[in-house]
């Protein structure tokens, strides 16, 4: 099986603008859930989307939001991009309704200038 | 304080050392989960525990789950060059939704 994709996998954006990230599943597999990385505050989770529906969500910002597509492909969106939103962006799927094991993407690397 | 702590943060030990990584929390939790990380890519998931008591094997990593289900930790007999990266502890919190909790992260770097 394929593994869990995500495109971009750079980009560099100034602040102010909106960014949005694109996550291809593992075939089957309909829980994906979005984390930030970064050296100082390591990975956080944002949010999980299980059959198109938000079901947990992270302590971040309203600028940070997500959807789920029925083909279980999810996308990220950051708004008004702030510098401290420079981060890796993982996505990562689960097999199983309990969502818990992770499999996760390379990533995007964002930069905010 | 955080939910799930790990330790150490750093490890910088010779080809052929053992070594261990702990993963505490005040919690009890539901399941817990090692990743290791390189540089560029993302998480890769290397175990997961579900049963106090439980112990698991992976070739030279050794996985301890707690009794309790409070603390787990990553054993790895004579370390190589290609164990050299990020070790991740990440737990899951029945009172927290089972929202994947990560903990800081160990940086492994086995020297040849």
């Known amino acids: 099986k394929a593994g869990v994709t995500q495109t971009p996998r750079y980009l560099i954006k100034t602040r102010g603008q909106q960014v949005t990230l694109s996550c291809s599943p593992i075939?089957?597999?309909?829980?994906v859930s979005w984390y930030q990385q970064t050296p100082g505050q390591g990975l956080q989770f944002l949010f999980e989307?299980?059959?198109?529906?938000?079901?947990n969500k992270g302590n971040f910002p309203g600028r940070f939001s997500g959807r789920q597509f029925s083909n279980s492909r999810s996308e990220m969106n950051v708004s008004t991009l702030e510098l401290g939103d420079s981060a890796l962006y993982l996505c990562?799927?689960?097999?199983?309704?309990?969502?818990?094991?992770?499999?996760f993407g390379p990533g995007t690397r964002l930069t905010v200038t | 304080t955080q939910l799930l702590e790990q330790s150490p943060q750093f490890l910088s030990i010779q080809e052929g050392e053992n070594l261990t990584v702990y993963c505490n929390s005040s919690?009890?939790?539901?399941?817990l989960q090692w990743y290791r990380q390189e540089p560029g890519e993302g998480p890769v998931l290397l175990v997961t525990?579900?049963?106090?008591?439980e112990v698991k094997k992976l070739k030279r990593l050794t996985f301890q789950f707690g009794d309790a289900r409070k603390d787990s930790s990553l054993h790895i007999t004579a370390a190589q060059p290609g164990d050299t990266g990020l070790y991740l502890c990440?737990?899951?919190?029945?009172?927290?939704?089972?929202?994947?909790?990560f903990g800081a992260g160990t940086i492994l770097r086995v020297k040849s």
């Open positions: 075939s089957g597999h309909r829980s």
């Open positions: 919690s009890v939790f539901s399941s």
């Open positions: 990562a799927s689960s097999p199983g309704t309990s969502g818990v094991e992770q499999y």
């Open positions: 990440a737990g899951a919190f029945m009172e927290y939704g089972n929202k994947l909790v």
């Open positions: 525990v579900v049963t106090g008591g």
């Open positions: 989307y299980f059959s198109e529906t938000q079901r």
